[in-house]
């Protein structure tokens, strides 16, 4: 098993930056495919990026490219999402999650452990 928790979000104005961090405890001497999805009131989930488990490959949705990096500190079990140039629409719960395996996958099926979220709010 293994538990993540986020933490970092909150308000910021447009054009600003946040950066949210997930950390993993329990099993994580496996190795894992780390991810970030949102989720807006009233939509549906939403994948964000992800992560492999060396940190040298991610992937990210297109409205995010450029603006937002997903990195990794395994020695330190933590996942970041450094997010820049903020807009109103990435207003949303942004949650982490995790996968046993290598792939990259962008399928929120796929992924067998999640954390709680942590509310990130943008203002115009």
């Known amino acids: 098993q293994v538990r993540l928790v986020e933490s970092g979000g909150g308000l910021v104005q447009a054009g600003g930056s946040l950066r949210l961090s997930c950390a993993a405890s329990?099993?994580?001497?496996?190795?894992?495919?780390m991810g970030w999805f949102r989720q807006a009131p009233g939509k549906e989930r939403e994948f964000v990026g992800a992560i492999n488990w060396s940190g040298g490959s991610t992937v990210y949705t297109d409205s995010v490219k450029g603006r937002f990096t997903i990195s990794r500190d395994n020695a330190k079990n933590t996942m970041y999402l450094q997010m820049n140039s903020l807009k109103p629409e990435d207003t949303a719960v942004y949650s982490c999650a995790a996968r046993p395996g290598l792939f990259l996958t962008t399928s929120g099926l796929a992924y067998n452990y999640w954390g709680q979220g942590t509310q990130v709010t943008v203002s115009s």
């Open positions: 329990g099993r994580t001497s496996s190795n894992y495919v």
